[in-house]
């Protein structure tokens, strides 16, 4: 693997690493309040976000019949294929201490979660995840409702929870936001080509 903050290898980085840890600075110890502390560290939990995705699983087959089961199907598959892509092909070959971990700067992190995660920071898996299946939800539901635009606030608040709680960067976030965004177009392209856009009639 490789550590991402060593400065021979990416040494052209580090005014972005730089910026970086200032930003998260900003995020985790001065932007705060007593609100965001109680709901951010429960917004990036599974048990409030998966029972919104077996709705919406079951909403969607029940409304659109066999093409609403391939589109479940499909679904899965974006969020197995991000946290591969994520979890175990990027964070396999670039190590990032998480700020919680890390040498520099753990000691003043606030973490406002009962665990620092050992594995690398980069890239964040909950951004990637969220978005991967936001950027899919949208492109094949925006004809059947504008609102469904509302899923990237969702993913946007569980990826800025991650920052704000301690166990990524902003960077991590953002690249896990890009990876994510790239990984549901994609999707999106391949399940619009073979079954068409979901609409109602």
């Not at 919406?56 to 974006?78: D, P, Q």
């Not at 606030?110 to 949208?138: D, G």
């Not at 800025?160 to 994510?180: E, F, M, R």
């Amino acid at each position: 693997m490789v550590l991402l903050l060593n400065t021979k290898l990416f040494g052209s980085l580090q005014p972005i690493l730089r910026f970086d840890h200032w930003l998260f600075s900003k995020i985790n110890q001065q932007w705060t309040n007593s609100f965001f502390d109680s709901l951010l560290p429960f917004l990036r939990e599974s048990e409030l976000w998966v029972p919104f995705y077996l709705f919406l699983l079951i909403f969607i087959t029940v409304n659109f019949g066999k093409t609403g089961w391939w589109w479940s199907f499909a679904l899965i598959m974006t969020a197995i294929i991000s946290d591969l892509a994520s979890s175990s092909l990027i964070k396999q070959f670039i190590f990032r201490y998480r700020p919680c971990r890390d040498p520099i700067i753990g000691d003043q992190v606030r973490l406002l979660v009962n665990y620092c995660p050992k594995s690398s920071s980069f890239t964040s898996s909950h951004a990637c995840n969220h978005f991967a299946i936001s950027i899919f939800i949208f492109l094949t539901l925006k004809q059947t409702s504008k609102w469904w635009a509302l899923v990237f606030l969702w993913a946007f608040a569980i990826s800025y929870a991650q920052v704000y709680v301690g166990v990524h960067y902003p960077l991590d976030v953002a690249c896990g936001t890009i990876l994510g965004c790239i990984i549901g177009y994609c999707m999106n392209i391949f399940f619009i080509k073979q079954f068409g856009s979901l609409s109602l009639k």
